[in-house]
C-alpha cells in the first residue's frame, strides 16, 4: 500500500513570497490533515478535511494560509505572503474512521 | 480544547536499560491516545494506540503504554532499549467524538551503544 505523498520535499523562499504544498493521501482515506511543526515542537493542526469539505480550520491563519481539497483526493496547502515565522515543516496526514492517522514525509519550510 | 504534556525534552540511556517516557493530558470527555515515533530522516509512525478495553497496550517493536484515567496519563515503556530506538517520540490525544489529534512537544531519546 502506498503511502502518504507530498511534494515537494524542501522549499526555501523569501518573505513576502508565495508557496504550495501538494499532498496525495492513502487511496481510500477520506479524511485529510495539515499540520504545522516548528522545530522543538509536536505538530500543530492546521486544517482537517473530511472528503472535499472542511470539518475543521480554527486554527488556520486564514489571513495568509489557504487550503483546498476540490475533488476529494488530493489536497493542496497555499501561504501567501509568508512570514518569517512560517519555517517550519508542513505534513499531511490521512485518516479512515476509527482509525490512526498515517503522516507523510513532510515538507520542510525555510524563510528568508 | 486539549493539551499533552511531555515531562522529558531529551532522554539518554544506555543500550539495554530500561525506558519510561511521562505524557499527561487534560481533557474532560473520553480519549483516544497515542504514541508516535519519528526515526532519523523518517516520517511519523504510529507505535501504538489505545481507543477503548484493556488500558495496557502493547505496540510494535517491545514498546507498551498504560493508560490510568484516574492520572490522565498514558506513559510509554520499554524494559530494554537498543539503539536502534534512537528517535523522537511524540504522545497524541484526540476526542473520541472528532479525530483532530493534539501534539505534546515530543521527547528526543539517545540511546548510547
Known amino acids: 500500500e502506498a503511502g502518504v505523498a507530498q511534494s515537494p520535499r524542501y522549499k526555501i523562499i523569501e518573505k513576502r513570497q508565495s508557496v504550495a504544498f501538494w499532498c496525495n493521501p492513502i487511496?481510500?482515506?477520506?479524511?485529510l490533515y495539515w499540520y504545522q511543526q516548528i522545530l522543538g515542537q509536536g505538530p500543530k493542526l492546521l486544517i482537517q478535511f473530511q472528503n472535499n469539505g472542511v470539518v475543521d480550520d480554527s486554527q488556520l491563519p486564514k489571513d495568509r494560509f489557504s487550503a483546498e481539497r476540490l475533488k476529494g483526493v488530493d489536497s493542496t496547502l497555499k501561504i501567501q505572503p509568508a512570514k518569517l515565522e512560517d519555517s517550519a515543516v508542513y505534513l499531511c496526514a490521512s485518516s479512515i474512521p476509527q482509525s490512526e492517522q498515517y503522516f507523510g514525509p513532510g515538507t520542510r519550510l525555510t524563510v528568508t | 480544547a486539549q493539551s499533552v504534556s511531555q515531562h522529558n525534552h531529551h532522554v539518554i540511556l544506555s543500550e539495554a536499560a530500561s525506558l519510561e517516557l511521562g505524557c499527561n493530558y487534560s481533557?474532560?470527555?473520553?480519549?483516544?491516545l497515542f504514541w508516535y515515533v519519528q526515526y532519523p530522516g523518517q516520517h511519523l509512525q504510529l507505535l501504538l494506540k489505545?481507543?477503548?478495553?484493556?488500558?495496557l497496550v502493547k505496540g510494535i517493536k517491545g514498546f507498551e503504554a498504560e493508560f490510568i484515567k484516574s492520572k490522565f496519563s498514558f506513559n510509554l515503556r520499554k524494559p530494554s532499549v537498543q539503539w536502534s530506538d534512537t528517535a523522537e517520540y511524540f504522545c497524541?490525544?484526540?476526542?473520541?467524538?472528532?479525530?483532530?489529534?493534539?501534539f505534546g512537544s515530543g521527547t528526543q531519546l539517545t540511546v548510547l551503544p
Open positions: 481533557y474532560g470527555g473520553t480519549v483516544n
Open positions: 497524541a490525544v484526540s476526542a473520541s467524538s472528532a479525530r483532530q489529534l493534539t
Open positions: 489505545y481507543f477503548s478495553g484493556d488500558p
Open positions: 487511496s481510500g482515506h477520506a479524511t
